[in-house]
């Protein structure tokens, strides 16, 4: 099946700095992937929808300028938290949609990073 | 994209069939219907997906009634190992993102 993997799984990071995070599908094209984030034992919130090419479409409530959002490639998407507070920490999980995608289930999700912020 | 509402927690033994409720009473005519599951600190994992009737796969089965406005996901015979959050997803298979709901914590016990 297709597979999407996240670098780093967890990554550690001191407040004030910035951290980015790497989504990619390995063995497919994703001309689209989408970043959640998920605190705990709450359910995944949609952050923004990533397409190759074009700028991010952000969800009302999310910073752009906060979660730099780039879509470069279309195995590659990259999220940046800029200037991370602890407020950050989460986990973080990326999904890719399969550019033959014609069903919305054909659309894979990452292991996830777990950021935090000391 | 329609909003669901599930049971937050479930608990269920050791080879029991275990039946998941999901409404979602403003769903459209182009939406499906998707449920995923998510162990901790793990991405979502699909699990199967629906338009109306019945869908069974090697790992459940879906139930959909006529109406459409709920829909039920059948685990037979549940392990240890099915312990985890399950969520339904409801959007339409143009849009491309699905909004998650609260999803409900089945908790499988020996």
């Known amino acids: 099946g297709a597979v999407v993997s996240q670098h780093p799984s967890r990554v550690i990071c001191k407040s004030g700095t910035s951290v980015k995070i790497e989504c990619r599908s390995l063995d497919f094209q994703a001309t689209t992937m989408f970043w959640y984030r998920q605190f705990p034992k709450k359910s995944l919130m949609l952050m923004a929808t990533s397409n190759e090419g074009s700028k991010a479409t952000y969800e009302q409530g999310v910073e752009k300028d906060k979660f730099l959002i780039n879509h470069a490639s279309l195995t590659l998407s990259t999220l940046t938290v800029t200037s991370a507070h602890p407020e950050d920490s989460s986990f973080y999980i990326c999904s890719a949609r399969d550019k033959l995608a014609r069903r919305e289930y054909e659309q894979y999700f990452g292991p996830g990073t777990r950021l935090t912020v000391t | 994209l329609a909003k669901t509402t599930q049971p937050i927690s479930m608990d269920s033994y050791e080879g029991q069939e275990v039946n998941i409720t999901c409404s979602h009473n403003n769903i459209a005519t182009n939406d499906y219907i998707t449920w995923y599951q998510q162990f901790p600190s793990q991405g979502p994992r699909f699990i199967i997906q629906?338009?109306?009737t019945k869908v069974t796969n090697e790992v459940a089965s879906l139930f959909i009634p006529a109406d459409r406005k709920s829909s039920t996901l059948s685990l037979p015979r549940v392990s240890l190992s099915d312990t985890a959050v399950y969520y339904c997803l409801v959007g339409d298979t143009n849009a491309g993102k699905s909004t998650f709901g609260d999803g409900t914590t089945l908790t499988v016990k020996p």
């Open positions: 629906g338009y109306k």
